[in-house]
């Protein structure tokens, strides 16, 4: 059974870069879209990004380019860097495996989520 | 990007219950739509993908119906399990965008 978890510091001081680390177990990270999703009270449930495992990306437009994800393949993991946070970026972040087999597109699994606040 | 407007906000509704979601994009997404159940404290959970297709392990009380703008998540009978948030994503082009939310509440 395929399992996600995040794992990375839950508190960032403004202006600096919030750095989060998914680890895979219980299957390749090889294949599928490694992707990250936030969550705050305000903005609802919001798709950051992903990697593909080999190394192409795509990011949300609304986060300015200050974002870069990254994948590692020898250690099964992929990771998130937000820069210049702010309290905005305030959220419970959760790593997460896209399918896109058809007709199956979707999330499937889930990492439990971390949150992440930012103040100083 | 796409806009998300899923209805009602919030509902209340006893155990039996036939239950309806809507969710409704501001251009056609054709079937790519899916459904997501969150608990309190949890990640969301696939219930619904591709519009129609039941995620395996999830009850057959799920459907879904809909495409191109309009889309309907329907819960045939409600069990005290289900009463939780639920959220569409429109899986169709990026960047993928989420629907704000129904929360299903005991009346």
């Known amino acids: 059974q395929v399992q996600l978890r995040e794992s990375g510091p839950g508190l960032v001081k403004p202006s600096e870069t919030l750095s989060l680390t998914c680890t895979v177990s219980g299957g390749s990270i090889s294949s599928y879209y490694w992707t990250w999703i936030r969550q705050s009270p305000g903005m609802g449930l919001e798709w950051i990004g992903y990697?593909?495992?080999?190394?192409?990306?795509n990011y949300n437009p609304s986060l300015n380019s200050r974002v870069t994800i990254s994948v590692d393949t020898s250690q099964n993991q992929f990771s998130l860097n937000v820069n210049s946070v702010t309290a905005a970026d305030t959220a419970v972040y959760y790593c997460v495996r896209r399918v896109t087999t058809k007709p199956m597109y979707c999330f499937d699994h889930w990492g439990p989520g971390i949150l992440v606040t930012v103040s100083s | 990007a796409i806009q998300m407007t899923q209805s009602p906000s919030s509902l209340s509704a006893s155990v039996g219950d036939r239950v309806t979601i809507t969710c409704r994009t501001s251009?056609?997404?054709?079937?790519?739509l899916g459904w997501y159940q969150q608990k309190p404290g949890k990640a969301p959970k696939i219930l619904i993908y591709t519009t129609s297709y039941l995620q395996s392990g999830v009850p057959s009380r799920f459907s879904g119906s809909g495409s191109g703008t309009d889309f309907t998540l329907t819960i045939s009978s409600l069990q005290p399990e289900d009463f939780a948030t639920y959220y569409c994503l429109q899986d169709y082009t990026y960047p993928l965008t989420f629907g704000q939310g129904t929360k299903v509440e005991i009346k």
């Open positions: 251009q056609d997404i054709k079937n790519d």
């Open positions: 990697v593909y495992y080999t190394g192409s990306t």
